[in-house]
């Protein structure tokens, strides 16, 4: 497929959501961008977080992790199932009976002024680079298929990508997004189950065919059970998805942002329940997609890109989509699927980390009414260059599959907060609340030393995902410290 007709298709693409954006934004107010007038229906949201939470990660780096890593990943969705569980019921409740519009405003309630700046603030870094790294790998295929044929520098690739985002949310915020996202999760699973269709045709088998075939089940391991030191041990995956689960959406304020859009707390809870039961069988889909494209790869010999003499299984997809003539079709689903879904992730890290450091940071409600949309308008602008900034410097800092290093960061930055709220929700105890941000400095310091000597200390011990429940247990014990005397 010529650069060029990628090009204008992505521009169409976007003209779709402007159009969304025109009609959503027309009341340019901070009750609208922040809350959406708290009038979303639940069953609209849920479909629109299976895109967000999915992700370009997902569509893109998950069947590329198949080749190393099988099917365990499917150890780490069933966990974030028993997550989901969590946020329903314990912290959906609390959310909706405070009233927040930042969920760290309930650490302020909690614990203090400092404590709630801390949890915003490592949520700003977590969601700052989550972000990043998902823009990243959007960017670079982009970069790949497109814009190197024009000699266009990635910096600008990551600049107009940007651009486009703030675009389309400046005005209506999270009610834009709400509706944008649902658009672009039909768009990706559309594409995803194309995609398998036209391979399998292409293959001569069916679906049947394929899950019954020797090749599929070389990459289908799902269940790893045999050696507890393993970082895919099933338990450790299991135990450490529920826990991402609960730190990564029910304690992440873009995430929650779109729950707390909701009428109440019973469709909140719905929405969050029906989407965990959903991400279990999609995310086996887009598993199922990555064998089928290596056993595609292998059948007729397409090699996995190499970039900066790295191999970049990240970019067995896009080939083959975009490189293997395959048809216009696939190409055309594989542009549509993989800009829906990194950008219906993307558009709400850019709202929720406005509204986060507008709620948290700048205490916007107390400033005087004539400039609140002003302030808020500078915010936009201001994360919008951070977050070109940190995606350009990734260029030159990553060299893993995407989707292991955001779990793998993951693992710090959500860590303090999972141990902060854990303390709040679970314990009574005053604490000095100006010290809350040393400890969890030192509790990410602590998980990153022991995580790297882990093989040494722990008698060959690797961390899979649960080491974010270590950060979140060193936190938890700090602040026991901090308790305040009678």
Avoid at 68 to 78: A, G, K, L, R, W
Avoid at 79 to 87: D, S
Avoid at 157 to 162: D, E, K, N, Q, R
């Amino acid at each position: 497929m010529k650069p060029i007709y990628i090009l204008l298709l992505i521009l169409t693409y976007f003209g779709f959501l402007l159009l969304i954006a025109y009609f959503t934004g027309k009341n340019d107010n901070n009750e609208t961008f922040f809350k959406a007038n708290k009038n979303s229906p639940w069953y609209v949201v849920a479909f629109g977080m299976i895109g967000a939470s999915l992700s370009g990660v997902t569509f893109i780096s998950v069947p590329g992790w198949v080749q190393s890593s099988q099917f365990s990943y499917m150890q780490v969705v069933i966990g974030y199932l028993f997550g989901y569980m969590v946020i329903a019921y314990i912290l959906i409740p609390i959310y909706y009976q405070l009233k927040v519009t930042s969920i760290y405003e309930y650490l302020k309630i909690r614990f203090g002024n400092s404590t709630h700046k801390t949890g915003a603030f490592f949520f700003f870094v977590s969601r700052v680079l989550g972000a990043s790294f998902r823009l990243f790998l959007v960017a670079s295929v982009l970069q790949y298929f497109i814009f190197d044929a024009w000699n266009v520098p990635f910096e600008i690739t990551v600049i107009l990508s940007i651009l486009l985002i703030w675009i389309y949310t400046f005005k209506g915020g999270i009610k834009t997004i709400v509706w944008t996202d649902t658009l672009q999760t039909l768009f990706m699973l559309v594409a995803v189950f194309a995609s398998i269709n036209i391979i399998l045709n292409q293959l001569n088998w069916s679906v049947t065919d394929l899950l019954a075939s020797t090749e599929f089940k070389h990459y289908s391991k799902i269940w790893f059970l045999d050696d507890f030191n393993d970082k895919k041990y099933a338990v450790k995956s299991i135990l450490g998805g529920m826990f991402i689960a609960i730190a990564m959406t029910g304690l992440d304020q873009d995430m929650m942002q779109k729950n707390l859009t909701c009428k109440n707390t019973k469709e909140a809870q719905w929405n969050v329940l029906s989407l965990g039961f959903i991400l279990i069988i999609v995310n086996f889909i887009f598993l199922s997609l990555g064998a089928l494209l290596f056993i595609y790869a292998h059948k007729f010999n397409i090699a996995i890109p190499i970039v900066d003499g790295s191999v970049k299984t990240d970019l067995l997809f896009p080939e083959i989509a975009l490189q293997s003539n395959l048809g216009m079709a696939i190409a055309v689903l594989f542009i549509l699927g993989l800009i829906a879904a990194a950008y219906s992730s993307a558009d709400s890290a850019l709202t929720s980390l406005t509204t986060s450091y507008c709620i948290d940071f700048l205490d916007i409600e107390s400033k005087p009414k004539n400039r609140q949309k002003a302030i808020r308008k500078k915010v936009h602008i201001s994360i919008s260059i951070v977050l070109i900034l940190v995606i350009i410097s990734f260029k030159y800092l990553l060299k893993d599959n995407v989707i292991s290093s955001l779990l793998q960061v993951a693992s710090y930055t959500y860590g303090p907060l999972l141990g902060i709220f854990a303390f709040g929700i679970f314990t009574k105890i005053p604490i000095k609340d100006n010290l809350v941000w040393l400890v969890a400095i030192v509790s990410v310091a602590l998980t990153y030393l022991i995580n790297a000597y882990s093989i040494q200390l722990l008698n060959g011990y690797v961390f899979g995902y649960e080491l974010l429940i270590v950060n979140a247990g060193i936190t938890f014990t700090g602040l026991l410290l901090l308790q305040k005397s009678k």
